[in-house]
């Protein structure tokens, strides 16, 4: 089994050291984004999908059920990831979240893939852009952002409740929420990013870039229910 030895803080590390793990973590995330692709792929075929479907809306509460399971294997995948002991423990970590995502994106992809394909893409596009956009603000700055962490977690419960209540009561999410839940997400990019300058460990690249995919699936999931809305409207 592969071990890692104890390591410092990127604050704290040589400046190629930083560099080093700042490549690792980006290079990482580029091959979770590659991945959720690929999943999501075999995922949306039709004969793969509509199962999915029917499982996830299959009564009132099924979505609330596949969300608490998310959440689930979500915690588990972090502490995973987060496993300094280990690399293939945190490799195991980063490939069972992405492939949580890829199947808790179904419904969504494939009600877009079959109405509405080009919004895909460009969610897709939108995604990408702001990502590089807010990354780039938060390495010129160099800007410490862990005060939002607070506001993130705040903010995530009561995002979290009003889903819940959504689907306990019926009642649509519309445009409203889904531009606060990318506002939510461009502040979760910011705080990210500002951690691998500044809080994680120089061996925790796999973490650091599961926690940024997080935020990017995040982002790309509001802004594609956003156009959605929009193109409907």
Same mark, same amino acid.
């Given at each position: 089994?592969?071990?890692?030895?104890?390591?410092?803080?990127?604050?704290?590390?040589?400046?190629?050291?930083?560099?080093?793990?700042?490549?690792?973590?980006?290079?990482?995330?580029?091959?979770?984004?590659?991945?959720?692709?690929?999943?999501?792929?075999?995922?949306?075929?039709?004969?793969?999908?509509?199962?999915?479907?029917?499982?996830?809306?299959?009564?009132?509460?099924?979505?609330?059920?596949?969300?608490?399971?998310?959440?689930?294997?979500?915690?588990?995948?972090?502490?995973?990831?987060?496993?300094?002991?280990?690399?293939?423990?945190?490799?195991?970590?980063?490939?069972?979240?992405?492939?949580?995502?890829?199947?808790?994106?179904?419904?969504?992809?494939?009600?877009?893939?079959?109405?509405?394909?080009?919004?895909?893409?460009?969610?897709?596009?939108?995604?990408?852009?702001?990502?590089?956009?807010?990354?780039?603000?938060?390495?010129?700055?160099?800007?410490?952002?862990?005060?939002?962490?607070?506001?993130?977690?705040?903010?995530?419960?009561?995002?979290?409740?009003?889903?819940?209540?959504? @689907?306990?009561?019926?009642? +649509?999410?519309?445009?409203?929420?889904?531009?606060?839940?990318? &506002? =939510? /997400?461009?502040? *979760?990019? !910011?705080?990210?990013?500002?951690? @691998?300058?500044?809080?994680? +460990?120089?061996?925790?690249?796999?973490?650091?870039?599961?926690? &940024? =995919? /997080?935020?990017? *699936?995040? !982002?790309?999931?509001?802004?594609?229910?956003?156009?959605?809305?929009?193109?409907?409207?």
């Amino acid at each position: 089994m592969t071990t890692y030895q104890r390591s410092m803080t990127v604050a704290h590390a040589q400046p190629t050291e930083r560099a080093k793990f700042i490549r690792k973590t980006y290079a990482h995330l580029a091959g979770a984004i590659l991945f959720f692709i690929l999943v999501e792929s075999f995922l949306l075929q039709p004969e793969i999908a509509q199962p999915i479907l029917q499982t996830f809306l299959s009564g009132q509460y099924s979505w609330l059920i596949v969300l608490g399971g998310f959440m689930l294997i979500s915690h588990i995948a972090n502490w995973w990831a987060n496993n300094q002991a280990s690399a293939a423990m945190q490799y195991l970590g980063l490939g069972v979240y992405v492939i949580a995502e890829a199947v808790i994106f179904v419904p969504l992809l494939y009600i877009a893939q079959s109405h509405m394909p080009e919004v895909i893409i460009q969610a897709g596009v939108v995604t990408l852009s702001m990502f590089g956009g807010l990354t780039a603000v938060a390495f010129m700055t160099r800007k410490d952002f862990s005060f939002l962490g607070p506001i993130l977690t705040i903010g995530g419960f009561v995002a979290l409740g009003t889903i819940i209540c959504a @689907i306990a009561f019926g009642f +649509n999410l519309g445009v409203l929420f889904s531009s606060v839940m990318i &506002l =939510f /997400a461009v502040g *979760a990019i !910011l705080y990210d990013t500002s951690n @691998i300058m500044h809080r994680y +460990n120089t061996n925790q690249h796999v973490a650091a870039s599961l926690s &940024l =995919f /997080a935020s990017v *699936a995040l !982002l790309f999931w509001y802004v594609l229910r956003l156009l959605m809305s929009l193109s409907r409207d």
